[in-house]
C-alpha cells in the first residue's frame, strides 16, 4: 500500500471546504496544547475552512471549550466543539433511538465528578449504587493511573443486575502527558466480554459524523477531510462515514512506530505496514498537526 507522509496539511486541503478535527494526540495531549497547534488553526480559519472539533470526551462541549482555552487554544481558533458526551446527552434527552427509549429514569454514574456536565438539564434520577439503578453511564476512571482490573468489582456487581451501560466515550486508551491511560472504551470491551449489553456514542460511530458534518454546515462529504491519531475510531469511523482522513502518527501510535520526539517524520514504510495491519487505508499521514 502506498501512503503518502506529509509533513502537513497544505497539499491537502486546497480542494476542501471543512476540517474534523481530533482533539487527544492531535491537538492536545489532555495537559498542554502541542506546539504549533494555535497556528495551524489560525491557518486553517484564515484559508477559509471550516473546522469542527470532534472528540470522543464523556462531557459536554462547553466545559472542553473552557480546559482549551485555559492551554491557550482560543475559542476564535475553530469553529465549535462536538463530542461524544453531545452525543449521549443528546440521545438520552430525546428518547428516540430505541436504545435509549429503553433506558429508566435511574442512573448510576460509573466515572469523575469532573464528567458530571453530561447530565445537565436530563430528567434522570442519580443513584448511589448499582442495585439502585435501571442503567449505568459509564465516562471512564476516576484516576489516570487505574486498570480495568480496578473496576472489575464494580462491573460485577452492575452485570448481576443485568444493567445496560451507556459509554460516553468509546476510546479504549489516550496519552496524557506522554503515557497510555485507559478510557470508557476500556471499561466497557470488559463489560462486554462479560455477557453485558454496552450501548455507546461516538467515534468510530458514523452517526457522530453526520452530526459533525451539520455542525459545519456542509453536505458533500469530498469536501470535507478527518484528522486523527486513532486508526480504530478517526481514521475507521471516517471511512464508514465516506470520508478521506489523514492520520497523525505521532499520537497514539508514536510508540509504535518507534518515535520518541513530537513532530519527527516516520519511517514510511512502517506506517504503511501498521495501517494495512489495523485495515485502514488513510489518505495521508502527517507526523502532527501541522500546516
Known amino acids: 500500500m502506498t501512503l503518502p507522509l506529509l509533513p502537513g496539511l497544505a497539499p491537502l486541503v486546497g ?9 487527544w494526540g492531535v491537538i492536545h495531549d489532555g495537559h498542554s496544547a502541542y506546539p504549533g497547534v494555535t497556528e495551524t488553526l489560525a491557518r486553517l480559519r484564515d484559508a477559509g475552512l471550516a473546522t469542527v472539533l470532534l472528540t470522543n470526551a464523556p462531557r459536554l462541549s462547553g466545559p472542553i471549550a473552557d480546559t482549551m482555552a485555559d492551554m491557550g487554544i ?6 465549535g466543539i462536538l463530542s461524544s458526551g453531545d452525543a449521549v446527552h443528546q440521545a438520552l434527552r430525546d428518547r428516540t433511538d430505541p436504545a435509549f ?3 429508566g ?9 469532573r464528567d458530571r456536565s453530561i447530565f445537565d438539564g436530563l430528567d434522570l434520577t442519580l443513584v448511589e449504587t448499582p442495585e439502585e439503578a435501571d442503567f449505568v453511564l459509564n465516562t471512564g476512571p476516576w484516576s489516570f493511573d487505574e486498570t480495568v482490573a480496578d473496576y472489575a468489582d464494580r462491573l460485577a456487581r452492575c452485570r448481576a443486575r ?26 466497557a470491551v470488559h463489560y462486554a466480554e462479560s455477557g453485558g449489553t454496552v450501548i455507546d456514542r461516538g467515534k468510530p460511530d458514523p452517526a457522530i459524523y453526520d452530526l459533525a458534518l451539520a455542525r459545519l454546515g456542509i453536505t458533500d462529504r469530498r469536501r470535507v477531510l478527518a484528522v486523527g491519531d486513532g ?8 471511512a464508514a462515514a465516506g470520508l478521506d482522513a489523514v492520520f497523525v502518527t505521532g499520537g497514539l ?3 509504535a512506530l518507534g518515535l520518541t520526539a513530537h513532530g519527527e517524520m516516520p519511517d514510511p514504510a512502517r506506517v504503511a505496514a501498521l495501517c494495512a495491519a489495523e485495515g485502514v487505508a488513510p489518505l495521508a499521514a502527517i507526523p502532527a498537526l501541522a500546516w
Do not use: K
Not at 15 to 23: F, K, M, N, T, Y
Not at 165 to 181: F, K, L, Q
Not at 231 to 238: K, N, S, W
Open 162 to 187: 443485568a444493567l445496560p451501560m451507556v459509554c460516553a466515550n468509546p476510546d479504549i486508551e489516550v496519552i496524557r502527558e506522554g503515557r497510555r491511560v485507559i478510557c470508557a472504551g476500556a471499561l
Open 74 to 79: 482560543g475559542r476564535d481558533l475553530y469553529g
Open 253 to 255: 501510535y508514536a510508540e
Open 231 to 238: 486508526l480504530q475510531t478517526d481514521i475507521r469511523g471516517a
Open 105 to 113: 429514569p435511574r442512573c448510576w454514574h460509573l466515572g469523575p465528578a
Open 15 to 23: 480542494d476542501r471546504d471543512g476540517l474534523i478535527l481530533d482533539l
Open 101 to 103: 427509549a429503553a433506558l
